[in-house]
């Protein structure tokens, strides 16, 4: 790991995983209308590395840390898990969602900057980051 390397983007973000929403009740996506952190329980900063790419405090026991190999797929769109009614109408709410190798992390929800009364982030960006960053 480079920890020295000064980071390549950095910023903050809320997530969960792909099952972690799956388990959510109707009531915990009623009150996301309101505040998305009832979704997304976890928090930190998202820092891509020119080795790797950090999730601060993904885990009681620390980071997830994944390589370029680690992660297979990153994009910004609605699915049935997360759709137009909790992202917002506008295509800025499209959740970045990242697939990976990582047995507790295979599929990853995240809202990078999110910003809830208009219910924008910079996941498109980070899309594009993300992607640049896996080819090399």
Known sequence: MNDVAAPLAEADYIGATAHELREKRAAAKIAAGINQKTLFQRRGRIILRPDLL???GWADDGDLTLTRADVTAAETRFTHLYGRFLGGLLNAGRPLILNTTHASAEEVYLLV???GFLETTD???WEKH???WRRG
């Open 54 to 56: 950090v999730l601060t």
């Open 113 to 115: 900057n999110h910003r």
């Open 123 to 125: 996941d498109r960006a």
């Open 130 to 132: 993300i992607e640049r």
